[in-house]
């Protein structure tokens, strides 16, 4: 196994009582890799990063990393860094006691912890808080002295928890490009957890998306956004989400509105389908299905239309140089390769 850091889920199921929090949850990732575990509340992504720590075990299945079967394995001995999302800082000591704390509980010699504290501290660029208390810093410094500590240890493997949500918008954009920075400077396999596709999107190497305590899809966040497999995944990636139509599907092309629309799906006969067009795909055109802007959301750069096309909502996303008025009519389309088709009732991608 080259790298450190490889981890597997086989056929994982928790129970708590009759609930099922996971049903057989199976992936793998490779060392190095920033993996995001994307969900709604309750979806059971926390739950999977609890048993990858060992904080909880799995009712059936097995968990490996870098090919060892570490399943029953205690916590303190899978060699893993974890950061949460309160940062479960200890209040009474230092930012050097809280970062030097890993180490001392390890024995290491005193000689060693001071350079390696100072070490990690320079990596997140707090070293000139080391003798401050948690309670004189910041959200975005105690996150950072929070990272300090999990980078002192030289885990092989980064678990974290929604670490960036009690930041305010302005400084959670900061850390995200700093944190994705550190985690390609350090090589360290990092597994993170969040509710927030933005943020997986833009930091995840590959993302598993969760819903319901199953893995709907597993790909590169770009993969997932332009091939979402099923009705459940388009409408929760994207923003604002894709919209979602009822339609008939025949033989290539799909009726909206009683207008018909070319799809890249090629298949013969007829079916009740439901159409996923992103708002970034909506064309406005001088002869299309026909609909009146019901409200405009100005976003600056670009606004959210929300157009009503014959009792169908639909929204599209513009540019600021064509904004329509309220009320506006016009006339909308999309391209046959912006066109998703699902099954109306197994609600998979066709």
Same mark, same amino acid.
């Given at each position: 196994?080259? !790298?450190?850091?490889?981890?597997?889920?086989?056929?994982?199921? *928790? /129970?708590?009582?009759?609930?099922?929090?996971?049903?057989?949850?199976?992936?793998?990732?490779?060392?190095?890799?920033?993996?995001?575990?994307?969900?709604?509340?309750?979806?059971?992504?926390?739950?999977?990063?609890?048993?990858?720590?060992?904080?909880?075990?799995?009712?059936?299945?097995?968990?490996?990393?870098?090919?060892?079967?570490?399943?029953?394995?205690?916590?303190?001995?899978?060699?893993?860094?974890?950061?949460?999302?309160?940062?479960?800082?200890?209040?009474?000591? @230092?930012?050097?006691?809280?970062?030097?704390?890993?180490?001392?509980?390890? *024995?290491?010699?005193?000689?060693?912890?001071?350079?390696?504290?100072?070490?990690?501290?320079?990596?997140?660029?707090?070293?000139?808080?080391?003798?401050?208390?948690? !309670?004189?810093?910041? !959200?975005?410094?105690?996150?950072?002295?929070?990272?300090?500590?999990?980078?002192?240890?030289?885990?092989?493997?980064?678990?974290?928890?929604?670490?960036?949500?009690?930041?305010?918008?302005?400084?959670?954009?900061?850390?995200?490009?700093?944190?994705?920075?550190?985690?390609?400077?350090?090589?360290?396999?990092?597994?993170?957890?969040?509710?927030?596709?933005?943020?997986? /999107? @833009?930091?995840?190497?590959? /993302?598993?998306?969760?819903?319901?305590?199953?893995?709907?899809?597993?790909?590169?966040?770009?993969?997932?956004?332009?091939?979402?497999?099923?009705?459940?995944?388009?409408?929760?990636?994207?923003?604002?989400? /894709?919209?979602?139509?009822?339609?008939?599907?025949?033989?290539?092309?799909?009726?909206?509105?009683?207008?018909?629309?070319?799809?890249?799906? *090629?298949?013969?006969?007829?079916?009740?389908?439901?159409?996923?067009?992103?708002?970034?795909?909506?064309?406005?055109?001088?002869?299309?299905?026909?609909?009146?802007?019901?409200?405009?959301?100005?976003?600056?750069?670009?606004?959210?239309?929300?157009?009503?096309?014959?009792?169908?909502?639909?929204?599209?996303?513009?540019?600021?140089?064509?904004?329509?008025?309220?009320?506006?009519?016009?006339?909308?389309?999309?391209?046959?390769?912006?066109?998703?088709?699902?099954?109306?009732?197994?609600?998979?991608?066709?």
């Amino acid at each position: 196994m080259s !790298g450190r850091g490889q981890v597997r889920f086989e056929d994982i199921v *928790k /129970m708590h009582g009759e609930f099922a929090a996971l049903k057989g949850v199976t992936f793998d990732i490779e060392p190095g890799e920033f993996f995001a575990l994307l969900g709604p509340s309750g979806s059971g992504k926390s739950t999977t990063l609890r048993i990858l720590a060992g904080l909880d075990a799995p009712s059936a299945g097995r968990v490996f990393i870098d090919g060892q079967d570490i399943t029953a394995a205690d916590a303190r001995d899978r060699d893993i860094a974890m950061v949460f999302q309160s940062y479960a800082l200890y209040p009474h000591m @230092t930012v050097y006691e809280n970062i030097a704390f890993p180490l001392e509980m390890a *024995k290491m010699p005193k000689a060693e912890i001071v350079p390696a504290v100072q070490e990690a501290a320079r990596k997140v660029a707090i070293e000139h808080l080391l003798q401050r208390k948690p !309670g004189q810093l910041s !959200g975005g410094q105690q996150q950072r002295c929070a990272l300090a500590r999990a980078i002192v240890r030289k885990a092989r493997l980064f678990l974290l928890d929604e670490p960036l949500s009690n930041l305010d918008a302005k400084l959670r954009l900061e850390t995200r490009t700093e944190l994705k920075k550190l985690q390609r400077s350090l090589g360290v396999t990092a597994v993170y957890v969040t509710h927030d596709q933005e943020e997986a /999107m @833009t930091l995840a190497d590959r /993302m598993a998306v969760f819903m319901a305590g199953e893995i709907q899809q597993i790909g590169r966040p770009a993969d997932v956004f332009a091939r979402p497999n099923s009705i459940d995944v388009a409408a929760f990636i994207g923003s604002p989400p /894709m919209n979602l139509i009822p339609a008939r599907y025949r033989g290539g092309y799909v009726e909206i509105a009683g207008h018909r629309l070319e799809t890249s799906l *090629k298949e013969a006969g007829e079916r009740d389908v439901v159409v996923g067009i992103r708002p970034g795909a909506v064309r406005i055109v001088t002869d299309g299905i026909p609909a009146v802007v019901d409200l405009v959301e100005d976003l600056g750069d670009t606004a959210i239309l929300d157009l009503d096309c014959s009792g169908i909502s639909i929204r599209a996303r513009v540019s600021d140089g064509n904004v329509p008025r309220e009320g506006a009519a016009l006339s909308i389309t999309a391209r046959a390769a912006d066109i998703h088709v699902f099954d109306a009732t197994t609600r998979r991608r066709l």
